[in-house]
């Protein structure tokens, strides 16, 4: 079974600060994906790494995949309140397209 | 992406009834939806594959004849949570796949009492 370790899983941290969320496997993922949940509503696709090594922004947020595609990282510069919620990365298993998804980290941003 | 939507978003059933949620995928033809369980304070955990046409296929641990799925159209599947119970009460989500990527409904609340 495919597991993906998400840590922290609980941040609070003061508006304009940086911070990094870790998602850690030992299994090698085709492809993996960063959500984002707020509180009653389905997770929202921040982002898709599929290469190795791979970085993606979106404002302020940037996104790594790891080389050897079993680790991915979320960085946020000078964090907002409105980056408040439920962070969730998500590895697509080699053949098998379905979601392994890790434990979420559940972000807090004070003003 | 794609656009998926559920139905209803909240439901209250009394123990012992069944409860039907529909999802339909709106812009794009899906051969293949997902569903997921996820508890309060907790990440989602997928409970079956729903395939166009034929059965869907569980993951281990979930009742097949208790979350009965069916898949008769490219648009819609629906998830039949049948004889429930107060632990069947869950946020109950789907999702379809394009590529990569998969997008998600806004989720159903189950409340059983």
């Known amino acids: 079974t495919q597991l993906l370790e998400q840590s922290p899983q609980f941040l609070s941290i003061q508006e304009g600060e940086n911070l990094t969320v870790y998602c850690n496997s030992s299994?090698?993922?085709?492809?993996l994906q960063w959500y984002r949940q707020e509180p009653g509503e389905g997770p929202v696709l921040l982002v898709t790494?599929?290469?190795?090594?791979e970085v993606k922004k979106l404002k302020r947020l940037t996104f790594q995949f790891g080389d050897a595609r079993k680790d991915s990282s979320l960085h946020i510069t000078a964090a907002q309140p409105g980056d408040t919620g439920l962070y969730l990365c998500?590895?697509?298993?080699?053949?098998?397209?379905?979601?392994?998804f890790g434990q979420g980290t559940r972000l807090t941003i004070n003003p | 992406g794609a656009v998926v939507s559920q139905h209803p978003s909240r439901v209250i059933c009394k123990s012992g009834t069944s409860v039907k949620i529909e999802c339909r995928s709106l812009?794009?033809?899906?051969?293949?939806m997902f569903w997921y369980r996820q508890f309060p304070k907790q990440s989602l955990m997928l409970m079956a594959t729903?395939?166009?046409?034929?059965?869907?296929?569980?993951e281990q641990g979930v009742e097949k004849d208790k979350f009965l799925i069916n898949h008769a159209s490219l648009t819609l599947s629906t998830l039949t949570v049948t004889s429930a119970h107060p632990e069947d009460s869950s946020f109950y989500i789907c999702?379809?796949?394009?590529?990569?990527?998969?997008?998600f409904g806004p989720g159903t609340r189950l409340t059983v009492t």
């Open positions: 998500a590895g697509d298993s080699q053949g098998a397209q379905k979601l392994v």
């Open positions: 299994s090698v993922f085709s492809s």
């Open positions: 790494v599929v290469t190795g090594g």
């Open positions: 812009d794009f033809q899906a051969t293949t």
């Open positions: 729903s395939n166009e046409g034929s059965k869907a296929t569980y």
């Open positions: 999702s379809t796949r394009s590529g990569f990527e998969q997008y």
